[in-house]
């Protein structure tokens, strides 16, 4: 039965790809052009500061506010349930737009259901201040308002259904290196026909492998610097990334990682990147170990 019901799920939500999809690719690209001159205040949204994304959590609220909204007009406290449904609009607004940020820098099959999630949060947006316009003036015949609440809350959960699916079954905003374990072992560092790291040309990312991780090493000045090549936003190629102010900058989303450590210094990700400490072999070669995070 459980399962028949995820499939049921399933096909509603991709029935809408079809104009989710172009949809979403509209929308990113105005998106884009918004965040891209105010990145300190799109990385602010992101939630690098935090270490979280910060849409994930900023939803929490108005859902749970709307629930209230709902329980106080059936127990008959007209007035507490207008003020409260005042601050669930309040808190949608802020976080539709730290969903916005993140949406800018969503790709594929996530855009689209972001897209549906977003249209769905929107229109229920859009009921609530019907909502609380109808409430205005403590009018006698409250049946109208209070429908419109319950509709929203309907369509507030199946909004979050979706936005669930754009997290947890395709991974965004989710650490690429969560399940990746620490590692405390020194690991051989394949350098391929390279026999001197000092020999690599200056500040050029160069991609190399150790065990079953792919690391980007780059060379500056005597010091050469090793993180993983998966960026930990989106899984973007590092080694195809370029140098910025000490920082590796992802191909695909801007995100820069400071190459001493690894640690995030723009977003999109708010994430840090896992880093290598390297040493010569005994036996020849190169080796190198995981910094383990604090």
């Known amino acids: 039965?459980?399962?028949?019901?995820?499939?049921?799920?399933a096909r509603l939500v991709a029935m809408n790809d079809g104009w989710a999809r172009p949809f979403g690719e509209f929308n990113r690209r105005w998106a884009t052009a918004l965040f891209r001159p105010i990145y300190p205040i799109k990385d602010l949204l992101n939630g690098r500061w935090l270490g979280h994304p910060l849409h994930a959590a900023a939803t929490d609220i108005p859902i749970g506010m709307?629930?209230?909204?709902?329980?106080?007009?059936?127990?008959?406290?007209?007035?507490?349930a207008d003020i409260v449904l005042i601050g669930t609009i309040v808190f949608m607004l802020g976080a539709?737009?730290?969903?916005?940020?993140?949406?800018?820098?969503?790709?594929g099959t996530a855009l689209t259901r972001a897209t549906l999630h977003a249209t769905i949060m929107v229109v229920t947006l859009l009921i609530l201040?019907?909502?609380?316009?109808?409430?205005?003036?403590?009018?006698?015949?409250?049946?109208?308002?209070?429908?419109?609440?319950?509709?929203?809350?309907?369509?507030?959960?199946?909004?979050a259904f979706v936005g669930g699916d754009v997290a947890y079954l395709f991974g965004n905003m989710v650490s690429r290196h969560a399940f990746r374990?620490?590692?405390?072992?020194?690991?051989?560092?394949?350098?391929?026909?390279?026999?001197d790291l000092q020999a690599l040309p200056?500040?050029?990312?160069?991609?190399?492998?150790?065990?079953?991780?792919?690391?980007?090493?780059?060379?500056?000045?005597?010091t050469v610097h090793a993180l993983h090549h998966v960026c930990a936003h989106a899984g973007g190629p590092l080694s195809e990334g370029?140098?910025?102010d000490g920082c590796i900058q992802c191909p695909w989303h801007g995100s820069r990682f400071r190459l001493t450590d690894g640690a995030a210094q723009r977003g999109?990700?708010?994430?840090?990147?896992?880093?290598?400490?390297?040493?010569?072999?005994?036996?020849?070669?190169?080796?190198v170990r995981r910094v383990p995070t604090a």
Do not use: C
Not at 141 to 153: C, E, K, M, N, Q
């Open 1 to 9: 039965m459980a399962h028949s019901m995820a499939r049921l799920w």
């Open 66 to 80: 709307l629930l209230g909204v709902v329980v106080l007009d059936v127990l008959g406290y007209p007035g507490a």
């Open 96 to 107: 539709a737009i730290t969903g916005l940020a993140d949406y800018s820098d969503t790709d």
């Open 129 to 159: 201040i019907v909502s609380a316009v109808m409430r205005a003036g403590s009018p006698t015949d409250r049946a109208l308002p209070i429908a419109l609440s319950i509709i929203g809350f309907v369509l507030i959960t199946i909004g």
């Open 181 to 195: 374990g620490a590692g405390t072992k020194w690991v051989a560092l394949d350098t391929g026909q390279v026999t």
């Open 202 to 222: 200056e500040a050029t990312p160069t991609k190399m492998k150790a065990g079953i991780n792919d690391l980007v090493v780059v060379r500056v000045g005597e």
């Open 242 to 244: 370029t140098l910025v």
């Open 268 to 287: 999109p990700t708010v994430y840090d990147q896992p880093s290598y400490e390297i040493r010569r072999a005994e036996g020849g070669g190169y080796e």
